[in-house]
């Protein structure tokens, strides 16, 4: 699906009693280390093994294999079932937040999570196993499943402790990052390659993606949406892929990708305080992806 607007919504949405019945733990917001400021992690050889996070979603629930985890580089192995796809999203409180406090300001403007929280991990995971790279700084976090449909989305808690020595994550061949209002990285990416993308920009953003069918197809794609013709736009496209589903200021994931090779669009739909979505501010760029 190429439009995203249920993200900020379906989060909202868990404004009830019932979603707060729903995590099972009574959640406060504990000292994080790094919740305001976010540096650069360093990175380590490819072939080095990280610490694994097993998500299990099924469209009702989403669930994880400890409720506690050590600091940094961590691989994220996503688990879906009875759903065509599922979108494992981390949410780090910052200090003193509550559950109940981030859902209502996810219930107005996104960019609302931005004071309280960072999302720092928000891939597309396929129906069957996926994996994705995250780095997890200490704190209080919340797991939600935005693919659902649901009234009140899945959603559980877990906590991040401070490791001595933290997991750091292997080198990406290339990065692509979202700003204010556009895409920085290379215009070529590699079927099979490592890639980190990230949040450079202040505004909360989404990374998604339209397959074109050809080089001027998918630029007709781009223009489409710059004109907010997205309904057009989407009837031309030959796939669709969600990097990021959501993404705060400074966080980033990485991820080996698997997209038909050809010529995508990259897109932010999240809209602005006018109305206006990002991609009619130039939030719109075509990359080819080659075998």
């Not at 990280?50 to 629930?61: D, E, R, S, T, Y």
């Not at 691989?75 to 796809?85: A, G, N, R």
């Not at 009837?235 to 990485?254: C, K």
Request: hydrophobic share 45%; net charge positive; glycine share 8%.
């Amino acid at each position: 699906m190429l439009m995203h607007k249920r993200i900020p919504a379906a989060v909202g949405a868990a404004v009830t009693a019932t979603a707060l019945a729903a995590t099972g733990v009574a959640v406060t917001g504990v000292a994080a280390s790094a919740a305001v400021t976010r540096p650069t992690h360093p990175v380590s050889p490819a072939h080095a093994a990280l610490p694994k996070i097993f998500v299990a979603m099924n469209g009702k629930k989403i669930s994880l294999n400890r409720s506690t985890y050590a600091s940094g580089g961590a691989e994220v192995v996503s688990t879906v079932t009875h759903e065509p796809q599922g979108d494992p999203t981390f949410i780090r409180l910052d200090p003193g937040v509550t559950v109940a406090q981030l859902l209502k300001a996810a219930a107005g403007d996104p960019n609302n999570i931005a004071l309280i929280a960072s999302v720092v991990f928000s891939p597309q995971a396929n129906k069957g196993t996926s994996t994705a790279q995250a780095y997890l700084a200490p704190g209080c976090y919340v797991a939600v499943d935005l693919a659902t449909n649901a009234k009140v989305p899945p959603l559980t808690t877990f906590k991040v402790t401070k490791a001595a020595s933290p997991a750091k994550l292997p080198k990406p061949k290339a990065t692509v990052a979202s700003i204010e209002f556009g895409f920085r990285g290379p215009g070529r990416l590699r079927d099979g390659e490592l890639v980190r993308f990230a949040n450079h920009g202040f505004l909360v953003h989404m990374i998604v993606a339209a397959r074109g069918r050809n080089a001027a197809g998918a630029r007709e794609i781009a223009r489409l949406l710059k004109a907010g013709k997205d309904g057009k736009a989407q009837r031309l496209a030959t796939g669709f892929y969600s990097f990021v589903n959501i993404m705060t200021h400074g966080a980033y994931q990485q991820q080996v990708i698997h997209n038909r090779p050809g010529y995508w669009v990259l897109a932010c739909f999240m809209d602005t305080q006018d109305g206006r979505e990002h991609t009619q501010l130039g939030m719109e760029r075509v990359i080819r992806i080659v075998k």
